[in-house]
Every structure is written in structure tokens, then in C-alpha cells.
């Protein structure tokens, strides 16, 4: 059974950092599709920073145009853990944070990914 655990939201003043954990278990680290993406009230689920693995050792990440920067992805396969840093945040980053899994295919679009996590709340503040 594939579960996706987020945690590691909260509430932070524009400027601040944060660092998002999933959990990951019942899934294989390799040749697969993850990452992080966000909803924000009235929008539509978004890619934040998927990441494509294509081993254990090596991955492609790719970011939104609005987090290059200032957002990283990264993983722990020793803790099936998946990481975002987030430093330097804006109001508009605001929004429900999902980690999510799927095949290895075209990782930075989120039609497809059939496993996500509950979701960690992040709310931004200026």
C-alpha cells in the first residue's frame, strides 16, 4: 500500500523559510515521477517542484517559473523522505502543499500522478 505522509507546514511572516517533509512507503525510489505541488483557495492543483528519478543517486528536478530560487527539492532515500526548502517566501505562495507519486513520464505534469498525500497547509503572511 502506497502512502504519501506531508508535514512541516505552518503559518510564516513574507520573507521566512519553511521545510516540507513526505513520508513516502509502499513505493519504489526509482524511475518514478515526485514532488511537491500546491492549491491555492480558488485555483487550480499546481506543479511546484516535480521531480523526475531516474535512479537512486540521480534525478532531474524541474520548478514553476514562480519558485526558481527559492524553493528546493530534494530526497533522503535512507528515510523515504521527500524535502522542499522553502526560503524567502512571498503572499503568493500561500496554499495547501501536496507531495504526490507516479510513473516515470512527463513528471512536471500533474495529470497522471495517482498517489498523493493529505496535504500540509503553508500560509504566508506580508
Known amino acids: 500500500q502506497v502512502q504519501l505522509v506531508e508535514s512541516g507546514g505552518g503559518s510564516v511572516q513574507a520573507g521566512g523559510s519553511l521545510r516540507l517533509s513526505c513520508v513516502v512507503s509502499g513505493y519504489t525510489y526509482s524511475r518514478a515521477c515526485m514532488g511537491w505541488f500546491r492549491q491555492a483557495p480558488g485555483r487550480e492543483r499546481g506543479a511546484v517542484a516535480p521531480?523526475?528519478?531516474?535512479?537512486?543517486?540521480?534525478?532531474?528536478?524541474y520548478y514553476a517559473d514562480s519558485v526558481k530560487g527559492r524553493l528546493t527539492i530534494s530526497r533522503e532515500n535512507a528515510k523515504n523522505t521527500l524535502y522542499l526548502r522553502m526560503k524567502s517566501l512571498k503572499d503568493e505562495d500561500t496554499g495547501m502543499y501536496y507531495c504526490?507519486?507516479?510513473?516515470?513520464?512527463?513528471?512536471?505534469?500533474?495529470?497522471?500522478?495517482?498517489?498523493w498525500g493529505q496535504g500540509t497547509q503553508v500560509t504566508v503572511s506580508s
Open positions: 521531480l523526475h528519478i531516474l535512479t537512486t543517486i540521480s534525478d532531474i528536478a
Open positions: 504526490a507519486a507516479k510513473g516515470a513520464s512527463r513528471c512536471p505534469d500533474v495529470d497522471g500522478y495517482n498517489y
